[in-house]
């Protein structure tokens, strides 16, 4: 830990902000929802996400009362979650609905013979201080496992409806393949002087 402001002031630049992201969204091609803009939508809607993280896990191999730790597979979370507001005709929601819905129909008792066709691929990007992208991160083989409730009070004032949706995924990398997770393989943040364009 160093209390030289001037080493801070040249490492962090403007630092990454939890408020710059942008997720994009895909829907299968089954559910014909491309012509509806509502993959535009969805981004847009998108209020909070989170970027998944990963795990090595770890093997104990024991002698004689002693430890030796040995590092095992990989592990992802394998949820991904992502809250929306909510509009007056429902219009996004119903589509992870239906998405739902494609994957296992409770009503007839029916569910998809081919599962691989209703999942996608997603993307999630930080932005910076003039919202270029500088590092995304792709999730593979996303479909919604969860929709969540819509919660109403008739004393609720000043407040959006809003839900969240989690997603089950397989895993994800850093940019759109295994060897992009290199340092200095990302994109330089923009040096914007906001106050100059004024």
Known sequence: MTNRISE??????????????????????????????????AAILCHASAIPGRAVGSIEVWNQGRKYILPGDTEFGGTWSC????????????????????????????????PSALQVTMRIAQLDSAENETVTYELHNVWPSDVSELSMEQSGTNALEDYSVTFTYTDWVVGDDEDNDQPGKFNGATLNDVSLNN
Not at 19 to 39: A, C, H, I, R, W
Request: hydrophobic letters at 35%.
């Open 8 to 41: 801070i002031k040249a490492k962090i630049g403007a630092g990454a902000r939890s408020n710059k992201f942008m997720v994009y969204f895909s829907f299968p091609q089954g559910l014909d929802v491309s012509s509806t803009g509502l993959e535009n939508d």
């Open 83 to 114: 809250s929306f507001y909510n509009t007056e005709e429902h219009n996004l929601r119903r589509a992870f609905l239906a998405w739902q819905k494609a994957i296992d129909h409770a009503q007839t008792g029916t569910h998809t013979g081919n």
